[in-house]
Nanobody, 124 residues
Framework: QVQLEESGGGLVQAGVSLRLSCAAS????????MGWFRQAPGKEREFVAA???????YYADSVKGRFTISRDNAKNTVYLQMNSLKPEDTAVYSC??????????????????WGQGTQVTVSS
C-alpha cells in the first residue's frame, strides 16, 4: 500500500508559476514510476507528466516546455513545476504511483495508487 498526498495548488493569474508536491509513504518510493494527471470540469482525466523508476521523463504535448517533473527519493516526494500557466491548465491535479505493468506511462491503468488531488485555477 502506498499513500499519496498532493499540495501546492491554488488560484493564480495567467503567466504565474506554481510548484505542486506529492508526498508518498508506505513503500519504497524509488521502485515506482510517478505520474501527474489532471481533470477539468466536464472533461476526462488526461496525462500531464511522468518520471520512471529509471529516471526517464515524459510530458503531454500541451505542457511540454512549460512543466517539469522531478523526484527527491530521500524525501519520498515528486514535484511538478508549472511555469507560464494558462487558463486551460485549470483542473484538479492528481499524482499517481505505479509499476506500469503492461501499460505505458501515459495510461492511467499503469498506476496503482492515487492521491486525492489539488485544485489549480488559472484566471485570465
Amino acid at each position: 500500500q502506498v499513500q499519496l498526498e498532493e499540495s501546492g495548488g491554488g488560484l493564480v493569474q495567467a503567466g504565474v508559476s506554481l510548484r505542486l508536491s506529492c508526498a508518498a509513504s508506505g513503500r519504497t518510493f524509488s521502485t515506482y514510476a510517478m505520474g501527474w494527471f489532471r481533470q477539468a470540469p466536464g472533461k476526462e482525466r488526461e496525462f500531464v507528466a511522468a518520471i520512471s523508476w529509471g529516471g526517464g521523463y515524459y510530458y503531454a504535448d500541451s505542457v511540454k516546455g512549460r512543466f517539469t517533473i522531478s523526484r527527491d527519493n530521500a524525501k519520498n516526494t515528486v514535484y511538478l513545476q508549472m511555469n507560464s500557466l494558462k487558463p486551460e491548465d485549470t483542473a484538479v491535479y492528481s499524482c499517481a504511483a505505479g509499476r506500469l505493468g503492461a501499460y505505458s506511462h501515459y495510461d492511467p491503468r499503469a498506476y496503482e495508487y492515487w492521491g486525492q488531488g489539488t485544485q489549480v485555477t488559472v484566471s485570465s
